[in-house]
Each structure stands twice: as structure tokens, then as C-alpha cells.
């Protein structure tokens, strides 16, 4: 979606700042200040409107810069984090404002820019390092980063588009605690366009391992390589992005059905009768990504996830489908809360759901998979990975980006997976490991 904010003309009339009493009556007058700012601020976001273009125009950028400098003459300490708690709740389609420091990180590291379909995927970084880390930014200096961070965001459709090709290597390891490696990656590639499959087996006692699951989806990418192959040859790397983007997205559906439907028919030969609730069954999440010159379509289902990583910045392209996430949205939207622990993962293949007391396989994918799209640059890394290098505790993954930011561009691909894969097994290595890093190398401009 292209979007971004302009202020309407009635909106755009100068405020007073108010002012603050220094000698007497500091701390009721700053309360008071700081009341009528809220106020203030609240009034100017709610009348921001959406136009059809995508970076905020000079009209938006004029009438926050305005906002800013109000904020940070009545809060000099704090104008940055109050500017991005106010476009925050303002572009939230969530009362924001009731999370607790926790379900905020959550939200703005995760969900944010994928339910906001609007929002620049570069902006909710930003606004981890204003809320966060540097809570000493000013609201100038925060607002001015937002707008240069929106003109290269990944989605921008006025980004300069770029003729590359892609180098890549992939890694598994079983890790340092476990018994067997349930991680699986797979590439295929036909001239410029590749498909990468990242997936992870879900380990269940009574019907199959996760084990069994992964060599399920490797026999579905051998058995069908022809068919698979003719669908990545028509998905000609010349053709328009708006032609090319939902044939790809459509490529990827029909593999994951394939591999749905697989894993149904193994379950089914393991298990002819009735599945109870406490039949616990194997499942696989999984990530793929369809790569061509200067762009990539992600589908992802489970907690395997996809990071773009660009000018020292590790962007989440995929949301988490875990019990945690869900029951963030079900706390801001008022529903009731899913059970479980949470970590446990929310969207599986195959699919299964309870009815009536009995657990049905559903062999369509429906809205397991999430989409996502994102243009590339020569300056992209691409990193499609199962949760085996992903800390449960968001602020953790922050060495990843560390670590991505200490390869030199130039060092061959299979250096840089060796060199991750070593950092991932350090920080975490009790669970499998299986992950794919792209980069990129120009052929033309």
C-alpha cells in the first residue's frame, strides 16, 4: 500500500506553546504544560489525513516540525519519546497507550507495521531506539530521521530500482542440545528468480516428529522439481513488479499446499482414525521467499521469520504467529485470550483445529500464511531463518544486527553464514539451526 500523511489547510494553524512558570508553582505548571502538550497533540495527529503517495509530503513534514519544536521547548528531555508515543497512538488502529513496557515492545518491534499496512518498515526501528534506548532524543532530531528513513524504506515504490544479482549460502546445524536436526533449507533457482524454502518441524509425540515433517516438505520439493521449476521459469525477473508480485505470491501458496497437503495424506497413513485432541500431530513453520533482481515476496507461517538488513538496520519483514502475538491483539481488541504457553506457535501445516471436542485436519491453508513484499537495493542482505537464532526476549536480537553489521559487504557470502552461525550458536544453540543470508552483486545500474 502507498501511502502517507498530509494535514489538511484548517489543520495547519500555528499553536502557542504554553508556557512554564520557573519560580513558583514549577512542578503545577509543568503538570499543567504537560496536560495542554497531550491536548494539543492529540488535536493536530487526528486531523493528519491519507493521501495516495508515499513518503509524508512538505506540508506533513512542515506542521511536525512545528509540533516538535513545541515539544521540545516545554520537554527538553523527553520531546522525542513523547513525539513517538504520540504518532504511535495517532497511526495505531490500537489503543497503544494501555500496553505495559513489555506488550509495547512487542508491538512496535512486530506488529505494528504489519497491521498498519502504511507505515515505512524502517520507521518501527526508529521508534524502538527513541521509546527504548535513546529516550534523551529530541522530538527534531527523531522526526527528521522518520522522514529521511521513509524516502529509502524497502517498500517505497519511488525507490531506485537496481539490476542485481544474488549470491547466497545456507546453514543447519542440530545445534548443541539437541538429538536430531528438525531445520531444513532449500533452494531452487532458475535464472534470476529463487525460491528459498526455511522450515522447522514441530516435534509431536503421537503422530510423526518434526523430523518426519521436514523430510515430508524435502520430498515434496524433489517429487515436484519439475513442476516447481516450470513456475519459477514463467515468473519472468523482466516483468512489471505489480504483474510479477502476485504470481510469485501465488507460486508460493501453491507450494505450500503441496506441502500441506503432503503432510495431511503422512499423517492420515500414520493415523486412519478419528484425531483426538489428544493426539498431538507433526507440523511444519516455514518462511519462503521467491528473490529476483530487485525485489522479494515472503510467505511465512509459524515462527520461522525474514530480515532485511540496510544501512546498519535489521528490519522485521515477517510477524511472529505465536501465542504471545495473538493474545496482544486479543488484549487490544478485547477478545478472550488463547490458552498456552507462549512461545507455543499459532499457525502450523498442516492445519488443525478444534471442532466440537474433536480435531479435524483442514487441508486448505486459508489465512495461515501471511504475505509480505519488499524491494531490494544493493545495499539489502536478506536473512530467512528458522527461530533456532532468535532469542525469545526481543531485545536480545539485537546482536544479529550487531553481528551483520561487523561483515564486511564485500566478504563471500559463505563467510558471512559461517561467521553468523557461530555468534548464533554462542548466544543461543539449544535449538536447531537453519538459515539462508542473501547479498547482493551489482551488475548494472
Not at 493536530?44 to 509524508?56: A, F, G, H, N, Y
Not at 507505515?119 to 522526526?143: C, D, G, I, N, Y
Not at 505465536?322 to 478472550?336: Q, S
Request: proline share 6%; hydrophobic share 40%; net charge neutral.
Amino acid at each position: 500500500m502507498k501511502v502517507s500523511f498530509t494535514v489538511p489547510p484548517a489543520a495547519r494553524k500555528r499553536h502557542s506553546v504554553p508556557r512554564v512558570r520557573k519560580k513558583s508553582g514549577e512542578a503545577h505548571s509543568t503538570s499543567a504544560s504537560a496536560g495542554r502538550m497531550s491536548v494539543e497533540l492529540k488535536e493536530r495527529l487526528e486531523q493528519l489525513v491519507v493521501d495516495s503517495t508515499w513518503i509524508p509530503g512538505p506540508q506533513w513534514a512542515e506542521f511536525m516540525r512545528e509540533t516538535a519544536c513545541h515539544l521540545h521547548l516545554v520537554f527538553p528531555q523527553q520531546s522525542g519519546f513523547l513525539l513517538a508515543m504520540g504518532l504511535l497512538s495517532s497511526l495505531s488502529p490500537y489503543p497503544v497507550n494501555r500496553l505495559a513496557r513489555h506488550q509495547l515492545h512487542l508491538y512496535v518491534e512486530n506488529l505494528w507495521s504489519h497491521l498498519q499496512a502504511g507505515v515505512p518498515w524502517t520507521w518501527p526501528v526508529l521508534f524502538e531506539e527513541v521509546l527504548f534506548e535513546k529516550r534523551e532524543m529530541s522530538a527534531s532530531e527523531f522526526l527528521e530521521r522518520l522522514l529521511e528513513a521513509a524516502r529509502s524504506d524497502p517498500r517505497n515504490p519511488g525507490r531506485k530500482r537496481e539490476n542485481l544479482a544474488w549470491r547466497h549460502a545456507v546453514f543447519t546445524h542440530r545445534g548443541n542440545t539437541k538429538q536430531s536436526l528438525e531445520d531444513l533449507v532449500l533452494i531452487r533457482r532458475v535464472g534470476e528468480v529463487h525460491l528459498c524454502l526455511v522450515a522447522d518441524g514441530v516435534s509431536r509425540s503421537t503422530v510423526g516428529s518434526g523430523a518426519d515433517a521436514v523430510r515430508v516438505a524435502a520430498r515434496v520439493f524433489e517429487e515436484n522439481a519439475e513442476r516447481i521449476d516450470a513456475a519459477l521459469r514463467d515468473l519472468d525477473a523482466e516483468k512489471p513488479l505489480d504483474v510479477w508480485a502476485p504470481r510469485a505470491r501465488f507460486v508460493l501458496m501453491d507450494a505450500a499446499s503441496m506441502i500441506n497437503q503432503a503432510l495431511i495424506e503422512a499423517i492420515r497413513g500414520r493415523h486412519e482414525g478419528t484425531l483426538l485432541p489428544s493426539h498431538e500431530i507433526m507440523s511444519l513453520a516455514c518462511t519462503m521467499a521467491l528473490i529476483r533482481k530487485d525485489a522479494c515476496v515472503l510467505a511465512q507461517c509459524g515462527d520461522c521469520a525474514a530480515f532485511l538488513f540496510e544501512e546498519g538496520r535489521l528490519i522485521p519483514l515477517t510477524r511472529e504467529h505465536t501465542v504471545r502475538y495473538e493474545n496482544l491483539l486479543a488484549f487490544l481488541e478485547g477478545r478472550p485470550r488463547l490458552p498456552g504457553p507462549p512461545a507455543a506457535v499459532t499457525h502450523l501445516l498442516p492445519h488443525a483445529v478444534n471442532t466440537a471436542g474433536v480435531q479435524v485436519l483442514v487441508p486448505t491453508l486459508g489465512d495461515l500464511v501471511t504475505f509480505s513484499f519488499v524491494r531490494l537495493s544493493s545495499g539489502s542482505r536478506l536473512l530467512v531463518t528458522t527461530d533456532g537464532i532468535l532469542p525469545k526476549n526481543i531485545r536480545r536480537r539485537g546482536y544479529l544486527a550487531e553481528e551483520l553489521r561487523g561483515l564486511p559487504a564485500d566478504l563471500p557470502v559463505e563467510e558471512q553464514v559461517q561467521r553468523l552461525a557461530r555468534r548464533a550458536l554462542q548466544e543461543l544453540g539449544e535449538d536447531n539451526l537453519g538459515f539462508a543470508l542473501w547479498i547482493p552483486e551489482t551488475k548494472c545500474s
